[in-house]
């Protein structure tokens, strides 16, 4: 089940935006790269043993190509702590496109879809290929920055749906600190904190 932490943190996040004056002249920018730290929070059925904590570096890109269509490529690199003292490399690779469509100037909806291609490291090695499917919506508020939520669903070993709220702070024309958090309905959650750099 869904965390209730998503819950308020989407509705925090529209009220925040609720009494930002919405003039933006220029759309959403499509070609953009985030690039900061994921914490991932594994839950784990069995109560027994402490659950995993993911550490890791991320790069998630977007090209703007058309109007209506993006280009998204993602790199991710990091290490799980197990209850063992034992450590996991993660390398993870992901390519795909995004379809987006503006319903006003500061408000846009869109659909992923995403390949990747994750390889575990420790004592054995193991790889997990699947698929990323997101639909969402992103808000621009003015200059202050934007508004994202979305439902993303997982393929592969993963297999889970998550609710994702986050979004953009502009410091500069194109330079902001983006942040986001997805809660899985199997309690998985992730959290990721970065710069957006706009090109």
Same mark, same amino acid.
């Given at each position: 089940?869904?965390?209730?932490?998503? $819950?308020?943190?989407?509705?925090?996040?529209?009220?925040?935006? &609720?009494?930002?004056?919405?003039?933006?002249?220029?759309?959403?920018?499509?070609?953009?790269?985030?690039?900061?730290?994921? !914490?991932?929070?594994?839950?784990?059925?069995?109560?027994?043993? *402490?659950?995993?904590?993911?550490?890791?570096? $991320?790069?998630?890109?977007?090209?703007? !190509?058309? /109007?209506?269509?993006? !280009?998204?490529?993602?790199?991710?690199?990091?290490?799980?702590?197990?209850?063992?003292?034992?450590?996991?490399?993660?390398?993870?690779?992901?390519?795909?496109?995004?379809?987006?469509?503006?319903?006003?100037?500061?408000?846009?909806?869109?659909?992923? &879809?995403?390949?990747?291609?994750?390889?575990?490291?420790?004592?054995?090695?193991?790889?997990?290929?699947?698929?990323?499917?997101? &639909?969402?919506?992103?808000?621009?508020?003015?200059?202050?920055?934007?508004?994202? &939520?979305?439902?993303?669903?997982?393929?592969? *070993?993963? /297999?889970?749906?998550?609710?994702?709220?986050?979004?953009?702070?502009?410091?500069?024309?194109?330079?902001?600190?983006?942040?986001?958090?997805?809660?899985?309905?199997? *309690?998985?959650?992730?959290?990721?904190?970065?710069?957006?750099?706009?090109?």
């Amino acid at each position: 089940m869904y965390s209730k932490k998503a $819950l308020k943190a989407l509705l925090i996040s529209m009220s925040l935006f &609720a009494v930002s004056p919405f003039v933006a002249a220029k759309g959403l920018n499509y070609s953009y790269a985030d690039v900061g730290y994921q !914490l991932t929070e594994l839950d784990t059925p069995d109560s027994s043993i *402490d659950e995993p904590d993911f550490d890791s570096a $991320l790069v998630d890109a977007s090209f703007a !190509l058309y /109007d209506i269509f993006a !280009l998204r490529a993602g790199f991710r690199r990091g290490v799980i702590d197990d209850d063992t003292g034992s450590e996991i490399d993660l390398t993870e690779f992901r390519a795909g496109g995004r379809g987006h469509y503006s319903l006003l100037d500061n408000l846009d909806v869109y659909v992923d &879809a995403l390949y990747f291609n994750a390889k575990f490291n420790g004592d054995t090695t193991n790889t997990d290929i699947g698929g990323i499917y997101e &639909a969402g919506f992103r808000v621009k508020g003015g200059k202050i920055g934007e508004l994202d &939520a979305a439902y993303r669903r997982v393929s592969g *070993d993963i /297999d889970q749906n998550y609710v994702v709220v986050g979004g953009v702070i502009n410091l500069t024309k194109n330079l902001g600190l983006s942040l986001n958090a997805a809660f899985g309905d199997d *309690d998985d959650e992730e959290y990721f904190a970065g710069l957006r750099i706009g090109f």
